[in-house]
């Protein structure tokens, strides 16, 4: 069983960077896409970030181009997000999320196989 593990959130306050992690267990790493998704409070989930098995392709949200960046290590089985320039609209919880079919990266949550708890990121004016 695949499980991941979000840290790495906290309050910042606009302008400020954050570099979220998320950690998996079970499974063979680097057989999955992986992709970040948040959740700002009443809305829904939406895509953020999504990153091929072996790190060389990205995509990314309109939101958050040249803002944020996806990144991963196979060897410590951990993805990352590092966030910069945040504002107040990227107040949210923040998930990550693998793929295990491959193929293009995926921005639909349905088409993820495994998700983690979340982590929330809060960013004050």
């Known amino acids: 069983q695949v499980q991941l593990v979000e840290s790495g959130g906290g309050l910042v306050q606009a302008g400020d960077s954050l570099r979220l992690s998320c950690a998996a267990s079970g499974g063979t790493y680097s057989n999955f896409q992986i992709a970040w998704f948040r959740r700002a409070p009443g809305k829904e989930r939406e895509f953020v970030a999504a990153i091929s098995r072996n790190g060389r392709i990205v995509t990314w949200a309109d939101s958050v181009k040249g803002r944020f960046r996806i990144s991963r290590a196979n060897d410590k089985s951990t993805a990352y997000l590092q966030m910069n320039s945040l504002n107040p609209g990227d107040t949210a919880v923040y998930y990550c999320?693998?793929?295990?079919?491959?193929?293009?990266?995926?921005?639909?949550?349905?088409?993820?196989?495994?998700w983690g708890q979340g982590t929330q990121v809060t960013v004050s004016f």
């Open positions: 999320a693998a793929d295990v079919d491959g193929g293009s990266l995926k921005s639909r949550e349905d088409e993820y196989d495994y």
